[in-house]
């Protein structure tokens, strides 16, 4: 099946600074996803991409699907402490998977006021 | 805005009692899905519904089994809990159209499950 490989696993900054992480898989995807997860609770859809080239923003955040289809990145910028969180992928290959997502396992970050 | 409920936030079980996680969505959605999620293993899917009285096996469906009767509500079963489904219950929902790739899956806020 579909692997979705998500990096850093981690990340620890400063109060303003901003963030980079992405997802690459060897597989196509025909959608992408992105999550993100408070503390004890489920996550909620960031933004969703469905073309390659795509770029989509929401707020401080902005994505990427990836001109080959098999990857997309997040950037947050100026981060602020409620950014506080786990980042999660998940991409959708409508061939061979129907509406089952495959998900990353995740970016814990951390914001240090 | 799209609303996944589960019945519970918080659950302390027993070994071998037979427990039900409960979930509702008000979205009208097609399909619905269970996952688990442990530190290290990200989510993994139980079961998923396309349709009423639908099921299908995801990923790790051993020790678990489900029931959709109504649209709206789709419930998972520990026929008998054990220590090992101590674990992050999340329902989600969606309204995949199909050959579009659209299949933006909603999640609730999920059950902490501990079984003793």
């Known amino acids: 099946g579909q692997q979705l490989n998500q990096s850093p696993q981690s990340m620890f900054i400063q109060e303003g600074e901003d963030v980079s992480m992405n997802c690459t898989s060897s597989?196509?995807?025909?959608?992408w996803l992105w999550y993100k997860q408070d503390p004890g609770e489920g996550p909620v859809l960031l933004i969703a991409l469905y073309k390659a080239g795509e770029l989509t923003s929401n707020g401080r955040l902005t994505a990427q699907f990836g001109i080959t289809r098999k990857d997309s990145f997040l950037n947050i910028s100026a981060s602020i402490p409620s950014d506080v969180g786990i980042y999660f992928c998940a991409g959708l290959v409508l061939e061979t998977s129907g509406s089952r997502l495959t998900f990353g396992e995740g970016t814990q970050l951390t914001v240090n006021p | 805005d799209v609303k996944v409920t589960q019945s519970s936030r918080y659950l302390v079980k027993r070994t071998g009692e037979k427990v039900f996680l409960e979930c509702v969505q008000d979205m009208d959605h097609e399909n619905m899905f269970w996952y688990r999620q442990d530190p290290g293993l990200g989510l993994r899917l139980i079961y998923f519904?396309?349709?009423?009285?639908m099921k299908e096996k995801g990923d790790i469906p051993e020790g678990y089994s489900v029931s959709r009767e109504k649209k709206e509500r789709f419930s998972l079963i520990l026929e008998s809990a054990s220590t090992n489904q101590t674990s992050m219950y999340l329902c989600?929902?969606?309204?995949?159209?199909w050959g579009t790739g659209y299949n933006e899956q909603f999640f609730g806020p999920g059950t902490r499950l501990t079984v003793l």
């Open positions: 597989s196509i995807f025909n959608t």
């Open positions: 519904s396309y349709d009423v009285k």
């Open positions: 989600a929902s969606s309204l995949f159209m």
